[in-house]
């Protein structure tokens, strides 16, 4: 992957007018979606850094070009004057989600002590590093946990999600295969929760698990180990 270092001398005075601007983000959304051959552009913005322009794709990835798209650069920004990478900080940005979307009911809810803190995580049955997380949440107190099954590794892990969500208690059924290996029992129910569950991860782009949120918004991709949960938990001020 490319590295583009963008000295403060190179940044460019954006002096255009706003209507010139929208125009400009128009042209290139359109030039990209012609190179690339379908419409794959959510999001195009004009940047300070060098005239350049951010395009954000329908996968998520991040790319930049200038405003004839005579280049596409696949790489990071990172500004010499305050070091910060600022590709980086714009996925941050562009994962927070709004916490209040999200459907809880449709979640295996855990409450440990006062449950005062709140972690919400999208998980497979069958995820290794899911396990791993759900033994590091043990260790974890006064917290709310909301787990959405989310089956992506295979038609087992959709028929143990089937079996966990319908049992009579879904957090012991969970609980008893993620931390001790117990083959949960069969057990019908309606399933539409976890086909939500599915399409809601889709539209998140969530393409792994564990994929953790919390209630500012922020997404982390992957396990966490107990020290780390409680540090983005304090960042909460909880």
């Known amino acids: 992957m490319i590295e583009i270092v963008v000295r403060p001398a190179l940044i460019a005075c954006l002096v255009a007018g706003a209507g010139w601007a929208v125009a400009g983000e128009e042209a290139v959304r359109k030039s990209v979606d012609a190179f690339i051959g379908t419409q794959a552009v959510e999001s195009v913005r004009q940047i300070k850094y060098g005239g350049l322009y951010e395009v954000v794709l329908n996968s998520g990835e991040m790319i930049?070009?200038?405003?004839?798209?005579?280049?596409?650069?696949?790489?990071?920004?990172?500004?010499?004057?305050?070091?910060?990478?600022?590709?980086?900080?714009?996925?941050?940005?562009?994962?927070?989600?709004?916490?209040?979307?999200?459907?809880?009911?449709?979640?295996?809810?855990?409450?440990?002590?006062?449950?005062?803190?709140?972690?919400?995580?999208?998980?497979?049955?069958?995820?290794?590093?899911?396990?791993?997380?759900?033994?590091?949440?043990?260790?974890?107190?006064?917290?709310?946990?909301?787990?959405?099954?989310?089956?992506?590794?295979?038609?087992?892990?959709?028929?143990?999600?089937?079996?966990?969500?319908?049992?009579?208690?879904?957090?012991a059924a969970w609980n008893d295969w993620m931390l001790s290996g117990t083959v949960p029992q069969a057990a019908e129910c309606d399933g539409k929760a976890l086909d939500q569950n599915l399409a809601l991860g889709r539209k998140l782009r969530i393409n792994g698990t564990p994929t953790v949120f919390f209630e500012d918004g922020r997404r982390h991709g992957g396990y966490l180990a107990a020290a780390q949960l409680e540090e983005a938990l304090a960042a909460l001020g909880k």
Request: charged fraction near 25%.
């Open 64 to 171: 930049y070009t200038d405003a004839k798209v005579s280049f596409l650069i696949d790489g990071r920004i990172i500004d010499t004057a305050t070091r910060a990478d600022v590709t980086q900080a714009r996925h941050a940005e562009l994962a927070t989600i709004d916490f209040s979307i999200l459907p809880l009911e449709n979640a295996i809810k855990q409450v440990k002590g006062d449950g005062k803190r709140v972690v919400v995580s999208f998980e497979d049955p069958n995820c290794g590093y899911c396990k791993r997380f759900a033994q590091e949440l043990s260790k974890i107190g006064n917290v709310t946990i909301y787990t959405f099954l989310y089956p992506i590794l295979g038609e087992d892990s959709s028929r143990k999600s089937a079996h966990i969500w319908c049992s009579s208690d879904r957090a």
